[in-house]
């Protein structure tokens, strides 16, 4: 299995662009799954909304601070815990895939993960930046070395048919999302 991380501000597409990208490798005929390092968190925040009767959309800012807490503190007991975390599930909720997409690589040691079995991308561009506690937040400090350190790069594109176009001319260009790591 192939890992294909995804790096970027919040808010840049990650999501978006792992999508597109899994949609361009499902139709080539490859088997994908996705998933993240932010999932245990991500569940851990909806469960007690859902415990407390409070709707699951609320405001995008205070999620992100919830969870960014939450890992903050997870991080500092287990600095790797969520690569752990996604590294226990590839015997058996990966068996059979051919890639695994990675939407939210935050830290670098996230991303030296990701490239020891596969490539990292980098998604440029922000078009609705996060706000106040949650921008200052440590997981929105890396971007500089992890795109540094990024094998390749989505430019912002005006939309999403250009997203989709660049997206495909990456998978187009060959082996390089295939490549075995050293």
Same mark, same amino acid.
């Given at each position: 299995?192939?890992?294909? $991380?995804?790096?970027?501000?919040?808010?840049?597409?990650?999501?978006?662009?792992?999508?597109?990208?899994?949609?361009?490798?499902?139709? !080539?005929?490859?088997?994908?799954?996705?998933? $993240?390092?932010?999932?245990?968190?991500?569940?851990?925040? #909806?469960?007690?909304?859902? @415990? %407390?009767?409070?709707?699951?959309?609320?405001? %995008?800012?205070?999620?992100?601070?919830? #969870?960014?807490?939450? $890992?903050?503190?997870?991080?500092?007991?287990?600095?790797?815990?969520?690569?752990?975390?996604?590294?226990?599930?590839?015997?058996?909720?990966?068996?059979?895939?051919?890639?695994?997409?990675?939407?939210?690589?935050?830290?670098?040691? &996230?991303? @030296?993960?990701?490239?020891?079995?596969?490539?990292?991308?980098?998604?440029?561009?922000?078009?609705?930046?996060?706000?106040?506690?949650?921008?200052?937040?440590?997981?929105?400090?890396?971007?500089?070395?992890?795109?540094?350190?990024?094998?390749?790069?989505?430019? &912002?594109?005006?939309?999403? &048919? !250009?997203?989709?176009?660049?997206?495909?001319?990456?998978?187009?260009?060959?082996?390089?999302?295939? %490549?075995?790591?050293?």
């Amino acid at each position: 299995m192939h890992i294909i $991380g995804l790096t970027g501000a919040s808010g840049s597409g990650k999501t978006t662009v792992s999508g597109l990208l899994a949609a361009e490798l499902l139709d !080539r005929g490859f088997t994908v799954k996705l998933d $993240g390092f932010g999932i245990p968190i991500k569940k851990r925040v #909806m469960a007690l909304k859902a @415990e %407390k009767g409070i709707p699951v959309v609320v405001d %995008k800012q205070a999620d992100r601070a919830a #969870m960014q807490n939450i $890992g903050s503190a997870v991080r500092a007991a287990d600095p790797a815990y969520f690569i752990n975390y996604l590294a226990s599930r590839n015997d058996s909720d990966y068996s059979g895939t051919d890639f695994l997409i990675v939407s939210d690589v935050r830290f670098p040691v &996230e991303a @030296e993960f990701v490239k020891a079995s596969g490539v990292l991308i980098y998604v440029c561009g922000c078009k609705q930046p996060l706000r106040g506690v949650a921008a200052a937040h440590e997981s929105e400090s890396h971007f500089a070395e992890l795109f540094a350190g990024a094998d390749y790069a989505i430019a &912002e594109q005006p939309n999403l &048919e !250009r997203l989709a176009a660049a997206v495909k001319a990456l998978v187009d260009a060959g082996e390089h999302l295939k %490549k075995p790591r050293a």
